[in-house]
């Protein structure tokens, strides 16, 4: 089985910040990586899939990067309504979900 | 417009069985790749299987902590995807999403396992 290692497990920032989130994969996942944002008591949303692609209307303050093991998530000049929590998933073999990232206001 | 709706979900004994169902809309849902994950309250989500649709041979995998004990089956005529769930311990307490490809989530159902 694949695993995601996501991390930091949880990061506090301001209004307008930069954010990165990373993700690593126990083997090597191509671009078959996913991003997930979730707020409580919902289900989660999809904000970019194939490692760099923008979901229809995800603000493109958010964008995805990396290959093979290693992944990125950036959020630019973070608004309130980012806070949130997020996670990672591998598609490239079933699916596995990092442990999730969540962020929280300063 | 795509929806999932979930239903099936409530408080069930140790040792238990229950059968969840995910109707779908918007979509011809007999072409699709359909999954279940769930998330424990408090934690991160989890996989929990999926089901090709038939021209794809119609085939279920899981999750290695459900294995043997979970099925996954669809209804194309009915648009329904079920998750039947046997000898069910507290550990599968969850809300349970069915989903169809990464984009498309239901609202969830809870499935309490207690005694």
């Known amino acids: 089985d694949i695993q995601m290692t996501q991390s930091p497990s949880s990061l506090s920032a301001s209004i307008g910040d930069r954010v990165t989130i990373t993700c690593r994969a126990s083997?090597?996942?191509?671009?078959?990586l996913n991003w997930y944002q979730q707020k409580p008591g919902k289900a989660p949303d999809l904000l970019i899939f194939?490692?760099?692609t923008l979901q229809s209307g995800v603000p493109s303050r958010f964008s995805g990067s990396g290959s093979g093991t290693d992944f990125t998530l950036t959020i630019t000049n973070l608004q309130l309504e980012d806070f949130a929590t997020y996670y990672c998933?591998?598609?490239?073999?079933?699916?596995?979900f990092g442990q999730g990232t969540k962020v929280e206001i300063k | 417009e795509v929806q999932l709706v979930e239903s099936g979900g409530g408080l069930v004994k140790p040792g238990g069985s229950l059968r969840l169902s995910c109707t779908g809309s918007?979509?011809?849902?007999?072409?699709?790749?359909m999954s279940w994950v769930r998330q424990a309250p408090g934690k991160g989500l989890e996989w929990v299987g999926r089901?090709?649709?038939?021209?794809?041979?119609?085939?279920?995998d899981y999750a290695a902590p459900v294995e043997g004990r979970f099925t996954i089956s669809r209804d194309d005529s009915q648009n329904t995807l079920y998750l039947q769930m046997d000898s069910l311990k507290t550990d599968d307490t969850a809300v349970y999403y069915c989903?169809?490809?990464?984009?498309?989530w239901g609202q969830g159902t809870l499935v309490t396992v207690s005694s």
């Open positions: 998933q591998q598609s490239f073999n079933t699916w596995t």
């Open positions: 083997q090597n996942i191509i671009d078959n």
């Open positions: 918007g979509f011809i849902f007999g072409n699709a790749l």
């Open positions: 089901i090709k649709s038939k021209t794809e041979g119609g085939t279920a």
């Open positions: 194939g490692t760099s």
């Open positions: 989903v169809r490809y990464f984009a498309y």
